[in-house]
């Protein structure tokens, strides 16, 4: 009887062991599988006592093997769809550019009435067409490259001047009033041709999309602010949410392509700027909040 129980006892701890060993193994593979990345080559170690555990293990490796061949393949179809994209956009700016002057010399000859109309509309979709194809070629660009920043010091507070005043004159024709508080010599270190598309598709969208009145505010303490906040008119309610995304266009009732801000949203994320918009009744505003200042 003594032997039947020292038997017993041992088949029980020998049992006890194996479910605390196993119990250990399947925590282990729990947290390995909260560390992988699946971007990397990282497995599920296996283990070395139980197979049941070890065909888990292995079942649970193929499936990751499976997913990452997923995520290559969809990734590299994505880079091959926007490249393809961005070469067919820059094919196509040359015979629009083309087409444009002719329509511009056309516009200067003696025409009658209905035949200035029908050129003006012309030359006002392929000038719509070109901004698109630009807007294409730029965005699909900067998503299927990996952009190599180009960091240097210079004046925030400058650079915005600048580009604010090269669109002097179409403020004016659009009727909007700009008002600018910029504080001087801000300096950031940054990739400035990046940051200067970020301000021209900024204020570009504020061409397109406002009126009456923009105010620019520049400020540098321990982060540099740059705020534009504009008057808009639109048909229909602007979602505060969809305002960076793709084609979105609160109101069609002008000719944006809804791809402006989502440069600007591309852009900023590569230098690390947080740029955000805010909705109330009367004003838009599109808020970029750099990096701390440097000296």
């Known amino acids: 009887m003594k032997v039947i129980l020292i038997v017993l006892l041992l088949i029980i701890l020998i049992l006890t062991l194996f479910l605390i060993l196993s119990q250990r193994e399947i925590s282990k593979i729990n947290q390995r599988l909260k560390q992988i990345d699946l971007n990397s080559n990282q497995l599920v170690e296996i283990s070395l006592f139980n197979p049941a555990i070890n065909q888990l293990t292995e079942t649970i490796n193929q499936q990751i093997m499976e997913q990452r061949t997923e995520r290559i393949a969809t990734f590299n179809q994505e880079q091959e769809l926007k490249e393809t994209i961005s070469e067919i956009s820059h094919d196509l700016r040359t015979p629009l550019t083309s087409m444009i002057g002719y329509l511009q010399l056309l516009e200067r000859e003696e025409l009658s009435a209905e035949q200035q109309e029908a050129v003006q509309i012309l030359l006002e979709k392929s000038l719509a067409m070109k901004s698109l194809t630009q807007s294409f070629f730029e965005l699909s660009y900067y998503e299927s490259k990996t952009v190599e920043l180009e960091l240097e010091r210079f004046n925030l507070s400058q650079?915005?001047?600048?580009?604010?005043?090269?669109?002097?004159?179409?403020?004016?024709?659009?009727?909007?009033?700009?008002?600018?508080?910029?504080?001087?010599?801000?300096?950031?270190?940054?990739?400035?041709?990046?940051?200067?598309?970020?301000?021209q598709n900024v204020i570009a969208n504020v061409l397109q999309h406002g009126k009456d009145q923009l105010r620019v505010e520049l400020l540098q303490q321990e982060q540099t602010i740059l705020t534009f906040s504009n008057k808009y008119e639109s048909a229909e309610p602007?979602?505060?949410?969809?305002?960076?995304?793709?084609?979105?266009?609160?109101s069609h009732a002008r000719n944006g392509n809804g791809l402006g801000l989502a440069i600007v949203e591309l852009l900023s994320k590569q230098l690390a700027i947080d740029v955000t918009a805010e909705v109330s009744e009367e004003d838009f505003t599109i808020r970029l909040a750099f990096p701390k200042k440097i000296v």
């Open 159 to 199: 650079l915005l001047i600048d580009e604010m005043l090269k669109e002097t004159a179409t403020f004016e024709q659009r009727l909007i009033v700009p008002t600018l508080e910029v504080q001087e010599d801000c300096f950031i270190l940054s990739d400035a041709k990046l940051v200067t598309r970020i301000l």
């Open 238 to 250: 602007i979602d505060p949410q969809k305002i960076f995304q793709r084609f979105y266009v609160a």
